[in-house]
């Protein structure tokens, strides 16, 4: 039996099922964590389905969370997805069920749970999610908003089906998605929107980015410019992939100040790998995108250093 079978032999047995995903959402943790919740839903209408979490940070065009008591967790099965490690389970009551499953398409560097499918090679856990529902269509029924909530995982992890993890597979799945009539145009649009200040700040970001004669990119965003362009944190996100469209910059960093005076690093590569860097300074990922936490400009230098390393390694 493999391991999908296992999943779903698991999904069928309990009553209850409680879906988690990762601190500080993006579309493919929304989209894994309630596409399958929908999924699960519409396949098992006696069942309970919970999908639960913290804040969706702008994200509330795709998905609300439920409110669960401890006593919920008694008897039912737990399934994260999309969340590499323990850690980062968006409401650590995770592991109060009496089965876990960890379903995640990050390197399984800290494996986790009862039962851990974990594919590398997709895409997304959207994608991975999709292809569950694609391989056992006799007993899991797809549905508009489900297919809406996968769609939007995998537009967000393939930056629109741009990044080297778009395979075939991705493109054939997310076909089978659209053909359950979501208004897809909207859903692109809505995940590639930004406001008025991160589109200032996005000049910032094209203006002050240093790159070395190797193609090695870097930006700091000090609390102080964050508050004069009256952004936070969760709004990087939009800017992070922004230095990979000029054609000189192969790797690049953005370092964030939090308000604690530590900088949350978001790190992209074109072709260099960067997560064993990212796993050096607190952090993980995949080989082309990751997220580390330097302590202060020292560490952001040494991070920059070793991006140098990657690329004239590479
Ligand atoms: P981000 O720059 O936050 O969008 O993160 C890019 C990728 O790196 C995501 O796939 C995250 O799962 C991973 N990542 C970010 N921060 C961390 C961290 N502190 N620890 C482990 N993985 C991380």
């Known amino acids: ?28 943790a929304l989209g894994s964590q309630v596409g399958l919740a929908e999924i699960l839903r519409n396949s098992f209408p006696d069942k309970t389905i919970y999908q639960v979490g913290g804040p969706v940070e702008g994200l509330d065009y795709l998905a609300q969370m439920h409110t669960v008591t401890d006593e919920d967790y008694q ?16 409401d650590q009551r995770y592991d109060k069920g009496a089965k876990l499953i960890k379903i995640d398409h990050h390197p399984n560097d800290e494996p986790y749970g009862d039962i851990v499918w974990v594919n590398t090679q997709a895409s997304s856990c959207s994608e991975m999610i999709a292809a569950f529902w694609s391989d056992h269509q006799e007993i899991l029924k797809m549905n508009k908003e489900a297919a809406r909530l996968l769609y939007a995982g995998i537009v967000g992890d393939t930056g629109r089906f741009l990044y080297p993890a778009t ?22 649009r809505q995940i590639d929107q930004i406001s008025s200040s991160v589109a200032r700040l ?6 002050h980015l240093e790159v070395d004669e190797i193609g090695a990119g870097k930006v700091i965003l000090s609390q102080e410019l964050q508050q004069s362009f009256g952004v936070v944190d969760s709004e990087t996100s939009a800017i992070v992939s922004l230095p990979g469209k000029i054609e000189d910059v192969l790797a690049w960093a953005i370092f964030v100040e939090q308000p604690e005076g530590y900088y949350r690093v978001r790190m992209r590569s074109k072709g260099p790998v960067i997560n064993e860097i990212a796993k050096r300074h607190h952090g993980g990922g995949h080989p082309l995108a990751s997220g580390a936490n330097a302590a202060d400009l020292e560490e952001v230098a040494v991070i920059y250093q070793e991006i140098q390393e990657a690329i004239r390694q590479a």
């Not at 079978?5 to 493919?28: A, F, G, K, S, V």
């Open 1 to 28: 039996m493999n391991v999908q079978e296992e999943i779903l032999q698991t999904i069928q047995r309990y009553q209850t099922i409680i879906i988690h995903r990762h601190q500080r959402p993006d579309p493919d």
């Open 75 to 90: 008897g039912a099965l737990v399934i994260v997805t999309d969340t590499a490690n323990a850690p980062r389970v968006s």
């Open 167 to 188: 395979t075939a597979t991705t493109l054939r799945l997310a076909a089978d998605l659209l053909d359950f009539g979501f208004d897809a145009p909207k859903i692109n």
């Open 202 to 207: 996005s000049g910032y970001v094209y203006e």
